[in-house]
């Protein structure tokens, strides 16, 4: 079935410093989505892309969708310790929503 | 204010019980899902329903089961024929088809003794 890898499964960032997740499919996704779960939290839901190439922002968070539509990654710059959590990219179809593994931020102040 | 409500936030089992995890949402939603997510790991899918009196299996189906008798309900048992209960279950629900967003309930912490 499909799947949806994610890299790194860990990062540990001195606060201020940039971070990046990416997320590898093997099959073209229609679409892509992030997720943010603070520690013992639920995930919340950040953004979606859709087109080829998109790149969208929010204040610090850049996402991008790869040209092909099997990447994707998430871009954190200058990292304050509220980022503190586990990222996830998730696939979604019809009904279903596979998600990727997850990477873990730590933020050190 | 809208949201998904579940129940209990934790809850120990002993083994060989049966437990039953609710989840209750007034979003209006239509579909329903129930994941599992383990320490470091990302979240697998159970079942999901998209409408009501229809269900179907995930990723990991085996030792649960659930029902949808009512649009706002989708609980969850989980069975003692789970070989490794032990996990955070989280519940969430999607308005209708296509790439919607995915609202999260605050999950249930289940623990087996």
């Known amino acids: 079935g499909q799947q949806v890898m994610q890299i790194p499964q860990y990062q540990h960032v001195q606060e201020g410093e940039d971070f990046t997740t990416y997320c590898n499919s093997s099959t073209t996704l229609s679409n892509i989505q992030w997720y943010k779960q603070r520690p013992g939290g639920h995930p919340v839901f950040l953004i979606q892309?859709?087109?080829?190439?998109e790149v969208k922002k929010q204040k610090r968070l850049t996402f991008q969708f790869g040209e092909a539509k099997k990447n994707s990654s998430l871009h954190i710059t200058a990292t304050q310790t509220t980022d503190v959590g586990t990222y996830f990219c998730a696939a979604s179809g019809t009904y279903k929503y596979i998600f990727g593994t997850g990477t873990r931020l730590k933020v050190l102040a | 204010d809208g949201g998904i409500t579940q129940s209990p936030k934790y809850l120990f089992r002993k083994e060989g019980q049966n437990v039953t995890l609710s989840c209750e949402q007034n979003?209006?939603?239509?579909?329903m899902y129930w994941y599992r997510q383990d320490p470091g790991q990302g979240l697998r899918l159970i079942y999901y329903s998209q409408i009501v009196n229809d269900f179907q299996k995930g990723d990991i189906a085996e030792g649960y089961s659930v029902s949808r008798e009512k649009k706002e309900s989708f609980p969850l048992t989980v069975t003692s024929a789970q070989k490794n209960p032990t996990a955070f279950y989280l519940c969430?629900?999607?308005?209708?088809?296509?790439?919607?967003?995915?609202?999260f309930g605050a999950g249930s912490r289940l623990t087996v003794l």
């Open positions: 892309l859709v087109k080829s190439g």
């Open positions: 979003l209006n939603h239509d579909a």
């Open positions: 969430a629900s999607t308005q209708g088809t296509g790439a919607n967003v995915l609202t």
